[in-house]
T-cell receptor, first 114, second 111 residues
Framework: TAGITQAPTSQILAAGRSMTLRCTQD?????MYWYRQDLGLGLRLIHY???????GKGEVPDGYSVSRANTDDFPLTLASAVPSQTSVYFC?????????????FGPGTRLTVL | GNSVTQMEGPVTLSEEAFLTINCTYT??????LFWYVQYPGEGLQLLLK?????DKGSNKGFEATYRKETTSFHLEKGSVQVSDSAVYFC??????????FGPGTRLSVLP
């Protein structure tokens, strides 16, 4: 199985433009997550979804929005990108939200905002 | 709130050396603890985990023991290889909460 796929692999974006990062999982996991990874800060949670139709805010949600129309897909949208959103973005999933469930990660999207 | 602290990197070792990467945590409940590894250009992969005090997680020669009394989960390996070069993340999840990751420790193993 593919597990979690993310697209695009990398992107350069002009400030002020919008962009949607795509994430799809084929494991039928209920919970999905978006993180950003920045040097020295580890991974910080942006948004999460414990089940299709619900979403929640993580540690750094400002400037980002998500939707969870179905189990498999969890797109992350930047409505008006700013240079501070330059980062590597990882999508993850787990069987259930919370609890003690292992998270599985996608390969990441490297985004540069100029 | 919950937090994870890891030793500062980068850590540079020669092949077959002994590895320790320190990890301590702060949590309000009884978290599960994890070590994830990130190889260059890839996403994070689970390396090992422990779900309760005194549990030892192990995988690929790596070990970590959940020490509640010292709130620690140090990662060890007796003999590292060049292929172990990666970034290692300590993480916790407290029941009903979300994952909290440490900042990561970069390990470079020289032949």
């Amino acid at each position: 199985t593919a597990g979690i796929t993310q697209a695009p692999t990398s992107q350069i974006l002009a400030a002020g433009r919008s962009m949607t990062l795509r994430c799809t999982q084929d494991m039928r996991h209920n919970a999905m997550y978006w993180y950003r990874q920045d040097l020295g800060l580890g991974l910080r949670l942006i948004h999460y979804s414990n089940t299709a139709g619900t979403t929640g805010k993580g540690e750094v949600p400002d400037g980002y929005s998500v939707s969870r129309a179905n189990t498999d897909d969890f797109p992350l949208t930047l409505a008006s990108a700013v240079p501070s959103q330059t980062s590597v973005y990882f999508c993850a999933s787990s069987e259930q939200g919370g609890g003690h469930n292992e998270q599985f990660f996608g390969p990441g999207t490297r985004l540069t905002v100029l | 709130g919950n937090s994870v602290t890891q030793m500062e990197g980068p850590v540079t070792l020669s092949e077959e050396a002994f590895l320790t990467i320190n990890c301590t945590y702060t949590a309000t409940g009884y978290p599960s603890l994890f070590w994830y590894v990130q190889y260059p250009g890839e996403g994070l992969q689970l390396l090992l985990k422990a779900t309760k005090a005194d549990d030892k997680g192990s995988n690929k020669g790596f070990e970590a023991t959940y020490r509640k009394e010292t709130t620690s989960f140090h990662l060890e390996k007796g003999s590292v290889q060049v292929s172990d070069s990666a970034v290692y993340f300590c993480a916790l999840i407290d029941y009903g909460q979300n994952f909290v990751f440490g900042p990561g420790t970069r390990l470079s193993v020289l032949p």
